[in-house]
């Protein structure tokens, strides 16, 4: 934010700057003050802490804890196994079961997981992408096994592809079949399941990965423009699943930059629908998002101040406008969070929501001189970073030629010479770090034995279930996964008869290869 | 000799076929350049020579991945093949990223591809001063076929052509260094010119351009599109790899090209003796300098009349 | 100069920090070969011996480091390398101190500072 710097004070709006246009009202186009007419004077956002770890049964007793605690949302971690699509007793599952999530092998899991959990009463969101059909199969599958109808459920699945490739890295299968697949559940979903989001555009990740707030936004437009032709080219009307799109970015650290940050995001994803997509509806023009505060701004150094960053953080997202929101624990610099971390974080955003007086109000910072010209200014540069892409071949061929990566690795890269050279500065870091590193009195350690529990269950059900069936339907799968199909359905079958994750993925894996890294440093 | 006596404990391995030998073997020749004369002549054996194909372009423009594609189908017709990625050390630091390896890690696999990562260490031309060298140790230890990938840009980075017996510059369309790069060297030393197709700019209009840049009476090289990421698209470059080495085989072109790269060898040797040595002698010379402000020319041609006599 | 090879190990695809740390070794003068995300023990191993690295650089968050690490010790050992190896990550001191005891040279938690990493390599080159 270098032109900014040398501003120290707003007095006045930008030449020509006109409000009817720039800010509107919220609920309305632009809707650069909230995508909805009474924001949190109605209801506050909903408070959904990332979490899993472990066997199914642990999180399930864990997710009742934090439901226990005033948690409006649940938002299921899953292990790199599963997010990968390897069953838990695969080689390359050793060592990484049930560490970063919880391991789901099959619809037994996905049962036990929400046990006593019910889930017309819970929204659930699910950060899952390569294999997001096959988990959001299961919850279907479990649904219609309690006899809920697919409407009456509500959530999210992540299904975000494209940032896999520029960001996170648990993709599996290469773009083409990925888009497919992730387009299968957006048709699917725009017709059967209407009440879950299909889909969650993230920047968070991005942002996680080292890029400036500009591009966090600016690549995540992209990816869901991307997302959005795929869908209209299958025949889709826009209006028809464009209201169920919805997004994810991170609150980082300056507070002001953030607020601006979703502003500008909420004003360019309006003005996309509405010229360049042409939608009818004003649902479908509402840039609608999840935020989760930055963990890569947590530090294992003085941990408890991270409670301090996360609460700053919390508060720019509420300034934001964020319809849901997940808040760090102090400790996840060192660990995954414990009980007692974990609840901290919830009572961060419980004492935001009733004892500040925020949710009384719509957009509080809106007409602000420096928040208007932060928004513009954001605007702007996010608007530059798009017409670059697209000016050098769109998303897909910057994602493999690098281009994108390289982008947000050099920007990284910048931001840790800072720190490095004390440009930036990090309290506890390179500043006021007296104390030498301590570790947090007491982190949260995994049970030991999770992967050989995974293994005997994985083992079991395949001696119980109908393995004739499951050969034949494994066969239908690889069939279908050839053609152009909608192969959601037959994930249903492949589900509900036991399936595994793993066994499904390596039929597409087949058929669709593997994708293989395109960094470019 | 240091390295002379660790070539001693290698010898039976690399002979033997050892990857780790051959590795440490190539390492001996960066690290003791003075010595590599008589590495050479240690790790010598007569086997047949091997094709070496060159791919250089702009960088970002995809050279690493066609090349990955490449491997699936040269493994078909060539038994054991080394992948050799160049890129610049850094000016400043003289230190260097090597990660074009990262796009080929699927043949990791594979026992008989080797690839090996070099950074150019301040030689200018794209490859390493010693080359000629690596490639001897590779001649001896028994390649089928070698790639070498480095980035080329300008006027400097054309010593690929000296050494491969093909080189195939890759150019992007979307790509503005592309453009650069038909302005300058590179333009002149490609055998094939392929062009990454996309959704974007139809690379006809391109294709075209490049043509009437590169097509005179005397050379038309051939233009080829081709697409990483289709199976048509890497195929079709494949099939002109194979036609073009085949043409050349016939018409002697091999040949030549061997005895030029053969030329460039030796130069190359005698060049280097020739700067070391004088470097050596002008430094001496100009500490022992004590007017340092004179003309230039001045204070140097007492020494070139001395030398060049 | 120090040739060194920047790896990741398992199915962590986090790569901000090795990509950070590869680019500040270059910027210092040294050879960084960075091998990308998704490795296994064997494959860092086959990378190692053809680049012939001095040194290697382990980076991983996922907290599968207790097995991930002492495999790829037992496959340097199976190959006869005695390249040293060096650890990034999220790693709790307890399990810092046992894989130093298994043969890791050094384990650095996120809290080092570039410049502390690079001027290690020195002292153990």
């Known amino acids: 934010m270098k032109d900014t710097e040398q501003q120290f004070l707003f007095d006045a709006y930008g030449d020509g700057w006109k409000s009817e246009e720039k800010l509107g009202q919220p609920g309305k186009f632009p809707f650069t003050r909230g995508i909805y007419q009474n924001m949190y004077t109605g209801r506050p956002w909903t408070i959904r802490q990332y979490a899993g770890f472990g066997s199914a049964e642990e999180t399930n007793a864990h997710f009742k804890y934090l439901l226990k605690e005033g948690q409006t949302g649940l938002s299921v971690a899953f292990d790199l196994p599963t997010q990968l699509g390897y069953d838990s007793d695969d080689i390359l599952s050793s060592g990484e079961v049930g560490k970063v999530g919880v391991a789901i092998d099959s619809i037994d899991d996905m049962e036990r997981l929400f046990d006593e959990i019910d889930l017309t009463k819970v929204s659930v969101s699910m950060t899952i992408n390569s294999p997001a059909a096959i988990i959001l199969a299961m919850l279907l599958s479990l649904a219609q096994k309690r006899n809920i109808s697919f409407t009456a459920l509500r959530g999210t699945i992540q299904n975000d592809i494209l940032k896999e490739y520029i960001a996170r890295g648990t993709f599996i299968f290469p773009p083409k079949p990925s888009l497919r697949l992730a387009t299968d559940i957006i048709e699917y979903c725009s017709e059967y399941v209407r009440n879950v989001n299909p889909i969650s555009i993230s920047g968070y990740h991005i942002r996680e990965a080292g890029s400036s707030a500009s591009q966090e936004i600016a690549y995540t437009l992209l990816n869901a423009m991307t997302y959005v032709r795929e869908v209209v080219a299958r025949g889709l009307d826009i209006d028809d699943f464009a209201d169920r799109l919805s997004f994810f970015f991170s609150a980082h650290n300056h507070l002001f930059e953030e607020v601006a940050k979703f502003r500008a995001a909420r004003r360019i994803w309006a003005g996309i629908m509405h010229s360049k997509f042409g939608t009818r509806q004003e649902k479908s023009q509402m840039l609608r998002f999840h935020t989760q505060t930055a963990g890569c701004t947590l530090l294992a150094e003085e941990p408890y101040n991270n409670i301090i960053r996360v609460t700053l953080q919390a508060l720019a997202a509420v300034l934001g406008g964020t319809q849901s929101l997940h808040t760090n624990s102090y400790d996840e610099a060192l660990a995954l969070p414990t009980k007692e971390s974990v609840r901290l974080a919830l009572r961060t955003q ?172 | 000799m240091k390295s002379i006596k ?119 031309g794209g490859l390493s001063s010693v080359i000629y060298d690596i490639l001897e140790v590779l001649f001896s230890f028994g390649f089928d076929l070698i790639l070498i990938e480095t980035v080329g840009t300008g006027q400097n980075e054309i010593e690929i052509a000296q050494v491969a017996d093909a080189t195939i510059v890759v150019l992007d369309p979307l790509s503005g260094d592309s453009i650069q790069a038909l302005k300058a060297g590179i333009m002149e030393i490609g055998d094939i010119y392929a062009v990454n197709k996309n959704d974007v700019v139809p690379s006809a209009m391109y294709e075209k351009n490049i043509q009437q840049i590169l097509w005179d009476k005397h050379k038309r090289p051939k233009i080829v599109p081709c697409n990483a990421q289709s199976v048509e698209g890497i195929d079709y470059l494949f099939e002109n790899i194979q036609e073009l080495i085949s043409e050349y085989r016939k018409g002697n072109i091999l040949v030549h090209k061997r005895s030029l790269r053969y030329e460039n060898y030796v130069k190359s040797i005698v060049e280097y003796k020739i700067l070391e040595y004088y470097r050596k002698k002008f430094n001496e010379y100009y500490s022992r300098v004590s007017e340092k402000n004179k003309n230039p020319y001045e204070i140097t041609s007492p020494f070139l009349e001395k030398h060049l006599r | 100069m120090i040739r060194i090879l920047i790896a990741k190990i398992g199915l962590d695809g986090h790569d901000r920090g090795a990509k950070i740390i590869s680019k500040y070794l270059r910027d210092k003068g040294h050879e960084v070969v960075y091998s990308g995300i998704r490795h296994t023990p064997s494959s860092i191993v086959k990378i190692a011996i053809q680049e012939d690295v001095d040194l290697i650089g382990v980076s991983i968050l996922s907290g599968a480091h207790n097995t991930l690490i002492p495999q790829l010790l037992k496959e340097l050992k199976k190959n006869k390398l005695k390249t040293p190896v060096l650890v990034g990550g999220i790693i709790p001191k307890k399990d810092a101190d046992h894989l130093e005891s298994l043969g890791v040279k050094k384990v650095f938690h996120t809290v080092s500072s570039l410049d502390k990493i690079e001027k290690y390599l020195h002292e153990i080159n």
């Open chain 1, 350 to 521: 419980q004492i935001i929501a009733h004892e500040t007086g925020i949710t009384d109000v719509i957009d509080p910072l809106g007409g602000s001189y420096y928040i208007e010209h932060l928004t513009d200014t954001l605007e702007n540069d996010i608007l530059r970073i798009m017409k670059k892409v697209e000016d050098f071949g769109g998303v897909i061929t910057c994602i493999e030629n690098g281009y994108i990566q390289k982008d947000i690795s050099e920007e990284a890269y910048k931001y840790e010479l800072e720190v490095e050279e004390k440009e930036r500065l990090i309290v506890g870091k390179n500043v006021f770090n007296t104390e030498r590193h301590k570790n947090a009195k007491h982190l949260f350690r995994h049970n030991d034995n999770i992967e050989i529990k995974q293994k005997k269950l994985i083992k079991r059900m395949r001696k119980a279930r109908n393995n004739q069936k499951v050969k034949r339907i494994l066969a239908e799968v690889s069939k279908i996964s050839q053609g152009r199909e909608n192969i959601f359905p037959i994930l249903m079958e492949a589900v509900s008869h036991h399936c595994t994750i793993g066994e499904i993925c390596n039929v597409l894996r087949t058929h669709w290869g593997e994708y293989q890294e395109k960094a470019t440093l």
């Open chain 2, 6 to 124: 660790e070539l001693g404990a290698l010898l039976g391995d690399f002979k033997s076929g050892s990857i780790r030998a051959l590795s440490r073997c190539i390492s001996l020749i960066e690290e003791f350049p003075q010595d590599r004369q008589t590495i050479i002549s240690k790790l010598k054996s007569s086997r047949p020579t091997p094709l070496i194909i060159g791919f250089t372009g702009p960088p970002g423009v995809g050279k690493s991945s066609i090349i990955n594609k490449m491997l699936f189908r040269f493994v078909k017709r060539y038994k054991r093949i080394a992948v050799l990625a160049f890129d610049p050390s850094s000016s400043i630091s003289h230190g260097a990223l090597l990660g074009d390896r990262i796009r080929m890690n699927e043949h990791l696999d594979n026992e008989n591809i080797f690839i090996r990562s070099f950074a150019s260490r301040g030689k200018f």
